[in-house]
């Protein structure tokens, strides 16, 4: 019994020689702390585009200036398709001055502000100086749009701007005839493609050009 006494009491004074030990290391300062997490994620950037409202115009024998026309076809005989599915639109046969008109509508499906850029791109074959027949616009709800710009107001998560773009033969556009002097097809195959591009909304756009490797455009 002696030594289990003793050996409680070693254990006691230990304990409190220890206390004593602490309170002389702490006791002329009194301290605490806190402590608070930073949590990271990351925005994503990301947009759809989607093509709609086709509209037709074609030149008529009582005005000088393209008028709307009904249905999928042009006064002389050509015809343009919206094939939403597959985002294209087939424009076919047509004459100088007829046009084909549609929109373009931009979607923010990412979760960080982002602003925008529309280029084109026409891959022409025909006869010599087509290409600077076709004639294309784009136009926003408000304001005003350059291809190949980027935006200044940011789109939000969420949010959606619409464009109408056209694309137009010009009606100065001249018939041309081969050496027997038939009439050559002025155009062949075209194929106009547009490319919707996005960055986040506070970076430059030298910065957005350089990540995304485009040229500074217009």
């Known amino acids: 019994m ?4 003793s050996a ?15 309170v002389g290391a702490t006791f002329a300062l009194f301290g605490t702390s806190k402590t608070r997490e930073v949590t990271v ?11 709609g409202g086709l509209k037709l115009y074609s030149l008529n024998t009582q005005r000088t200036v393209a008028q709307p026309v009904e249905g999928t076809s042009f006064n002389a005989g050509g015809t343009a398709v919206l094939d939403e599915g597959n985002g294209s639109i087939a424009v076919v046969k047509i004459v100088p001055g007829d046009k084909a008109e549609f929109t373009l509508t931009i979607r923010n499906t990412g979760t960080a502000a982002a602003r925008y850029r529309i280029d084109y791109v026409a891959n022409v074959t025909g006869v010599e100086g087509a290409e600077d027949e076709l004639n294309y616009a784009i136009a926003p709800a408000e304001g005003e749009y350059t291809f190949g710009t980027w935006n200044t107001v940011a789109l939000a998560a969420g949010e959606s701007v619409t464009f109408t773009v056209s694309v137009e033969l ?16 002025f155009i062949t195959e075209a194929s106009i493609e547009f490319t919707v591009y996005a960055g986040q909304a506070n970076a430059s ?3 957005l050009n350089a990540a995304l490797g485009l040229n500074a455009g217009a």
């Open 8 to 22: 409680l009491l070693t254990a006691f004074l230990a304990v409190v020689l220890s206390a004593a030990i602490i």
């Open 2 to 5: 002696g030594k289990k006494k």
């Open 205 to 207: 756009d030298a910065d």
């Open 41 to 51: 994620t990351t925005g994503s950037v990301n947009i759809s585009a989607q093509f």
């Open 170 to 185: 010009d009606k100065m556009a001249e018939q041309t005839f081969d050496d027997a002097g038939e009439a050559e097809e």
